[in-house]
């Protein structure tokens, strides 16, 4: 948890310079592709689109509460997803009503990860993303996926802010 906000669990496999190896378990997600537009471009809109749902916009009205990280997937398209809190599964999440919202589960996963604070945007996160791409490089690791940005603070949090860029990754490196 960070503060009062659930975050999952997670292990750090490895730590190398700067980046962390980290195994996640399965998750549940709330989600939404936002096209090709980037990380500033869409965030704003992705973000709008999946509070929604945990705010009411689901097939019972349940207000569902926030989690962190929100992740946004920097792929060919943009996806940004919530991950539900620890004690929802598919079976017993209510269906959104927004129909560019959808649940699914993401399966367990290693992810190579890069901190950085303050606020984010499409520069300094791809200035984080040639630096993890560096150091995974030089260590023979394999990507398995396209890069991932993790935001854990809501807008409002000016100070002690973080901010990661992931990547999924083969594991143990060959």
């Not at 659930?6 to 096209?35: A, Q």
């Not at 009205?61 to 620890?86: A, G, L």
Request: proline content about 6%.
């Amino acid at each position: 948890m960070t503060g009062q906000t659930e975050t999952p669990d997670y292990k750090v496999l490895k730590t190398i310079d700067n980046v962390e190896i980290r195994s996640y378990p399965g998750l549940v997600l709330d989600s939404t592709n936002m096209g090709t537009g980037g990380y500033s471009n869409s965030s704003g809109s992705g973000f709008r689109t999946i509070a929604g749902y945990i705010f009411g916009g689901n097939e019972s009205s349940e207000k569902i509460s926030m989690t962190s990280p929100v992740m946004v997937e920097m792929t060919d398209t943009v996806k940004m997803s919530f991950i539900m809190p620890s004690e929802y599964t598919l079976d017993n999440l209510p269906d959104p009503d927004d129909p560019d919202v959808y649940l699914h589960e993401a399966g367990a996963m290693t992810v190579a990860v890069i901190r950085y604070g303050g606020f984010s945007n499409d520069s300094r996160f791809e200035e984080h993303r040639q630096m993890l791409e560096a150091v995974l490089k030089k260590n023979n690791i394999s990507t398995k996926s396209g890069y991932m940005f993790f935001g854990y603070n809501p807008p409002y949090e000016l100070i002690n802010r973080r901010n990661e860029v992931a990547v999924q990754v083969d594991w143990p490196a060959k």
